[in-house]
């Protein structure tokens, strides 16, 4: 299993900004894709955004253009940079690892609340 610790969730104002921060505790580089999901009040959990280990991005729908997922190899981190904020992005925020045959991984989860 690899360890995932979620970090920079918090209280925002709608048009704001947040950054994410996932750290693993093994090397990403060789983690097949990392990515983000979120779960909202009476919600399931649905994909944010993936990165892939050759940087492939994907994003759903409702954040392509204000959420931007990034890998940093050297630090073993993830980042989901979210901008313009809305009230509907309330939600925790997981970190998953996803190594296909070795199974997936998820940290605790970080609450974002997006409120005025």
């Known amino acids: 299993q690899v360890q995932l610790v979620e970090s920079g969730g918090g209280l925002v104002q709608p048009g704001g900004s947040l950054r994410l921060s996932c750290a693993a505790s093994t090397s990403v580089f060789n983690i097949y894709a990392m990515g983000w999901y979120r779960q909202g009040p009476g919600k399931q959990r649905e994909l944010v955004a993936t990165?892939?280990?050759?940087?492939?991005?994907n994003y759903a729908d409702s954040v392509k253009g204000r959420f931007t997922i990034s890998r940093d190899n050297a630090k073993n981190t993830v980042d989901l940079q979210m901008n313009s904020l809305k009230p509907e992005d309330t939600a925790v925020y997981y970190c998953?690892?996803?190594?296909?045959?070795?199974?997936?991984?998820w940290g605790q989860g970080t609450q974002v609340i997006v409120s005025s």
């Open positions: 990165i892939t280990r050759d940087g492939t991005t």
């Open positions: 998953n690892a996803n190594r296909l045959a070795l199974g997936n991984s």
